[in-house]
């Protein structure tokens, strides 16, 4: 919903439906390389790489995920341009941690 907008009406857009969501309706959408503000305004995200889930889960989780693979986003990074840019280098890695992670969680609940 955001792809042609200034960063201002992207942002104005990504607080509507923030507002649609909290009033209980479901709201999903593709972002193509969020900002940081923008990227603070979902709940939760699926990130692919090559057709694949490399994450799913709390925005607010992101960061602490990336840490237990091995990958610290920096202080004042935008978490979402951190995320995509890892992926990009090492996609594999990334679908094999996923994939583990998911594996772990299952055997365990």
């Not at 994450?55 to 960061?63: M, N, Q, T």
């Not at 280098?89 to 772990?104: H, S």
Request: glycine content about 4%; overall charge negative; proline content about 3%.
């Amino acid at each position: 919903p955001t792809s042609g907008l200034d960063s201002a009406i992207a942002y104005q857009t990504m607080l509507l439906l923030r507002k649609l969501a909290n009033s209980g309706k479901m709201v999903i959408c593709s972002i193509h390389q969020p900002s940081s503000e923008i990227f603070h305004t979902l709940d939760r995200v699926l990130i692919l790489a090559r057709g694949k889930a490399v994450y799913e889960g709390k925005v607010s989780a992101l960061a602490d995920y990336l840490q237990s693979i091995g990958y610290e986003c920096p202080r004042f990074s935008n978490v979402a341009d951190f995320v995509l840019q890892k992926v990009s280098e090492n996609t594999e890695y990334f679908i094999d941690k996923w994939d583990d992670y998911m594996q772990n969680n299952q055997d365990s609940s």
